[in-house]
């Protein structure tokens, strides 16, 4: 059965660094989004890309967070500067379109020190 | 981006039992409504889509009353393995991504 796979599952950082968080949507699916969950919250939506663009966006995806597809497969969330706060689960999901059903990645742990 | 509520719970419930979520959402322009499982750090499992007729897999059956902006799930004869956290979601489709609810934690106890 096809999935969203991500890498790294966990990454450390230190406060201030870059990280660039990768996934690999499901092939035939033309949706891509970003969500993060900090630990004891909600699943929060972050960003949506559709047509190699950002779609939709939440307040949280502000000027330190970008997105990319590079190539024909990978997508990745980019953090300029990190922060404590940014400490959180992130998932990446895809989805057909015509058929809204998201399917998620396992998520990388990001840990900022 | 509006909002998704369920009570978090927990709920304990004994094998065999059937229990029953509530979940409301406060976006009128919602089209589309899902229930997710959660297990324990890990990701978000689509469990079923939740249609107007509503719709039954196995056990698990979903109801979605638009008039009141609710959707429900029903877990019948419920088992040890359905220990989880449930997650509510709505969206309004295309490119808007899922908004969710917090989720309701479901024990189910031998």
């Known amino acids: 059965e096809p999935e969203v796979t991500q890498t790294p599952s966990h990454q450390v950082t230190q406060m201030g660094q870059e990280v660039i968080l990768r996934c690999v949507p499901i092939?035939?699916?033309?949706?891509f989004y970003w969500y993060r969950q900090i630990l004891g919250q909600k699943v929060e939506f972050l960003v949506s890309?559709?047509?190699?663009?950002?779609?939709?966006k939440s307040e949280i995806f502000d000027d330190q967070f970008s997105v990319e597809r590079p190539d024909g497969s990978n997508f990745t969330l980019k953090i300029r500067s990190t922060k404590l706060e940014d400490s959180a689960m992130y998932f990446c999901?895809?989805?057909?379109?015509?058929?809204?059903?998201?399917?998620f990645g396992q998520g990388t742990r990001l840990t900022v020190v | 981006r509006k909002e998704v509520e369920q009570d978090p719970g927990p709920f304990n419930v004994p094998e065999g039992a059937t229990v029953a979520f509530n979940c409301t959402y406060s976006?009128?322009?919602?089209?589309?409504f899902f229930w997710y499982r959660q297990d324990c750090r890990k990701e978000p499992k689509l469990l079923m889509s939740?249609?107007?007729s509503g719709n039954e897999d196995g056990r698990f059956t979903a109801q979605l009353n638009r008039a009141s902006q609710y959707i429900s799930l029903l877990i019948r004869d419920s088992k040890l393995s359905d220990s989880a956290t449930y997650l509510c979601?709505?969206?309004?489709?295309?490119?808007?991504?899922?908004?969710f609810g917090k989720g309701t934690h479901l024990i189910i106890q031998p």
């Open positions: 939740v249609y107007s």
């Open positions: 979601a709505a969206t309004r489709g295309g490119a808007d991504g899922l908004t």
């Open positions: 092939s035939n699916h033309l949706y």
């Open positions: 999901a895809s989805s057909r379109g015509r058929r809204p059903e998201a399917f």
């Open positions: 890309f559709y047509n190699n663009e950002i779609s939709e």
């Open positions: 976006n009128s322009a919602s089209q589309s």
